[in-house]
C-alpha cells in the first residue's frame, strides 16, 4: 500500500530538548516536504527537498532542520524546541516534476501533534 | 508577499443546496490542487488542476482554474452530510513550493 508514514504520532516534550520526527515514503517519489498546520493559518510549509541531499526552505523554516540522506527518508529536527513550535506537523511526499511539471499531487503523511512545555 | 486566499472560511448548509468555494492566489501559477481534511485525520488529494480552463469533477464536487484571473473555485453540487469537511487549495511553483489557503469549514447540515 502507497502511504507515508510518521513518528511519533503524538510528543510532549520540553523546551530545549532535541528531538527528531521521522517520516518514510514507499512510493519512490523525489520530492517530499514538511508542513506545520496551525488553526486560522493553513497549512505553511517549512522544508522541501527535491532528490537525495537536495532540500530548501520553505515559507517558514527557522528552528527547523531536515536531512535527506536516502530517498525514502526526511526526518524533521527541531534542535531547540521552543513552545511556539507547539503544532501539527505533517509530511508530505510527491513524484518528479513536483510543483513544476508533471501531474502527481501530495501524499500525506497522518500528521504528529507536538507540545513544548 | 504570496498569498492564498480562500472564501468563505467557515461554511454552513444545508443538504441539498449547492454552494462554491472560492480561493485567489495572488502570484501566478499553473497548477492548483484542492484537498479534504477530516476532523483528526491527514489531508487526502481531490483536483490537481494544470492549466487554465480546467475543469475536473469527481462526484457532487466540481473544481475549476482561471489562471488569468489567478481564480480557483469548488463548487458542491446538492451537499450531503458526508461532504462536511474542511477543504484546502494550493498552488505550487518551481522547485516544489507550496502555498496553502487557510482553509474553508464545511458543515452540512440536514
Known amino acids: 500500500e502507497a502511504q507515508v508514514t510518521q513518528n511519533p504520532r503524538y510528543l510532549i516534550t520540553v523546551t530545549g530538548k532535541k528531538l527528531t520526527v521521522t517520516c518514510s515514503q514507499n512510493m519512490n517519489h523525489e520530492y517530499m516536504s514538511w508542513y506545520r498546520q496551525d488553526p486560522g493559518l493553513g497549512l505553511r510549509q517549512i522544508y522541501y527537498?527535491?532528490?537525495?541531499?537536495?532540500?530548501d526552505k520553505g515559507d517558514v523554516p527557522e528552528g527547523y532542520k531536515v536531512s535527506r540522506k536516502e530517498k525514502r527518508n526526511f526526518p524533521l529536527i527541531l534542535e531547540s524546541p521552543s513552545p511556539n513550535q507547539t503544532s501539527l506537523y505533517f509530511c508530505a511526499s510527491n513524484g518528479l516534476g513536483g510543483g513544476k511539471s508533471g501531474t502527481d499531487t501530495q501524499y500525506f503523511g497522518p500528521g504528529t501533534r507536538l507540545t513544548v512545555l | 508577499e504570496l498569498k492564498v486566499e480562500q472564501n468563505p472560511l467557515f461554511l454552513s448548509m444545508q443538504e441539498g443546496k449547492n454552494y462554491t468555494i472560492y480561493c485567489n492566489y495572488s502570484?501566478?501559477?499553473?497548477?492548483l490542487y484542492w484537498y479534504r481534511q477530516d476532523p483528526g485525520k491527514s489531508l487526502e488529494s481531490l483536483f490537481v488542476l494544470l492549466s487554465n480552463g480546467a475543469v475536473k469533477q469527481e462526484g457532487r464536487l466540481m473544481a475549476s482554474l482561471d489562471t488569468k484571473a489567478r481564480l480557483s473555485t469548488l463548487h458542491i453540487t446538492a451537499a450531503v452530510h458526508d461532504l462536511s469537511a474542511t477543504y484546502f487549495c494550493a498552488v505550487s511553483y518551481t522547485g516544489n513550493q507550496f502555498y496553502f489557503g487557510t482553509g474553508t469549514s464545511l458543515t452540512v447540515i440536514p
Open positions: 527537498s527535491m532528490n537525495v541531499e537536495v532540500t
Open positions: 502570484t501566478t501559477s499553473d497548477r
